[in-house]
């Protein structure tokens, strides 16, 4: 199988400042990448900093729902430290509001950095990587917008529409650009700030999105993993068919 290593490039990681972005940053740096995380304040990225291998992470203070800043630092980036070989697309928001209670402009900037982010910094990474024709993009992604809670309707709407920009990429790119990895992962619910007071340690979440961030084979664009497991696609009926007559079993992987 084939994965990304440290000479293949640096990576980015958005939403670095705490949780799960942190903790994605410190395993990356662990495994030997240059990492610049992302985040709106800089003193939450030096703590990350001091978690890190020493002299692996970078502190780069960015708002990703400002499309123009977005593209500026990562053309800067990409000069100082090479090609960028992988994007985790990790910042999110997650107001708490009943809709009657937010104004439209509100919800809108919640969007703007949910979906609006992911698509500055995709954009951004992908003018590196597409003239090279390699590179990983793993987007942090949920089941919100099939099950939406009370009061997250912005987050849920803004989620969703990012699952399905994953596949309209896929559909853009993926047969001129097979070496462009492009997937989901969803880490299951997490003991941060935007989680729940006892859901699963953030450290324990990053080692399976790092295993499954460092995967360039082109079998995973596309897939979508919770947690640790491959969520298979719904199979039609003529499917079921095609599998029983040929005997075949799709199994899912296990980072």
Known sequence: MTTLTPKDGFA???GAG????????????RRGFTVVG???????LTETGTLCESGLFHAEPLDVSDAGRVAATFARLTQTHGPLALLINNAAVYPHRDFLDTAPQDFMQVVQTNLGGIVACTHAALLDMAPRGTGRILNVATFADL???????????????????TRSLIADLGDRFPNIVISDWMPGMLRT????????????????????????DP???GTTFEMDR???????????IKDLVLRRTRKPRRL
């Open 12 to 14: 980015i990681v958005t």
């Open 18 to 29: 705490s949780g799960l972005g942190r903790a994605l940053a410190v395993d990356l740096t």
């Open 38 to 44: 992302t985040g709106r304040r800089l003193a939450a």
């Open 147 to 165: 099950n939406p809670l009370p009061t997250a309707g912005a987050y849920s709407v803004s989620k969703g529409a990012a699952r399905i920009l």
């Open 193 to 216: 700030d935007m989680g729940i007071p006892d859901g699963l340690d953030p450290a324990v979440a990053a080692k399976w999105g790092v295993t499954l961030a460092v995967q360039t």
């Open 219 to 221: 079998s995973f664009t």
């Open 230 to 240: 491959e969520i298979l696609p719904p199979r039609g009926l003529k499917g079921k």
